[in-house]
């Protein structure tokens, strides 16, 4: 009977230590209340891993413990962060190389390009 430090209140248990267990049943029954909560919200929204990360990043900015929520949103701790202290740069596309303003023939003479 005795699992993850649950142990039977035996006959000589005073309030002090019923307590305590109790407390530490509410703790853990909150925990995994928050994380199916989680969960259930990630999975209508988040696909990729920016999108977990910016997700986490929402519930510990709302008060959350960072130690938990990216273990729950299935992303390392060490990618959190780096990603925090490093965010993405988005390029802007030129759409390749410009255009001269001539071309060749085949000769390798220049012809001008009129627009």
């Given amino acids: 009977m005795k699992r993850e430090g649950v142990s039977p209140l035996s006959r000589t248990t005073s309030e002090d230590d019923i307590q305590k267990k109790y407390d530490h049943a509410?703790?853990?029954?909150?925990?995994?209340?928050?994380?199916?909560?989680?969960l259930r919200e990630m999975l209508k929204k988040v696909s990729g891993?920016?999108?977990r990360i910016e997700f986490s990043h929402k519930w510990?900015?709302?008060?959350?413990p960072a130690t938990r929520v990216p273990a729950i949103a299935s992303v390392k701790r060490n990618t959190y962060y780096y990603r925090?202290?490093?965010?993405?740069?988005?390029?802007?596309c030129t759409g390749g190389r410009p255009i001269p303003g001539?071309?060749?023939t085949k000769k390798g003479k220049k012809l001008k390009i009129k627009k």
């Fill in 26 to 38: 509410m703790k853990i029954l909150g925990e995994k209340e928050f994380e199916v909560t989680m």
């Fill in 49 to 51: 891993l920016s999108e």
């Fill in 60 to 64: 510990i900015l709302a008060g959350f």
């Fill in 84 to 92: 925090l202290s490093h965010p993405s740069v988005k390029r802007m």
């Fill in 102 to 104: 001539y071309s060749r």
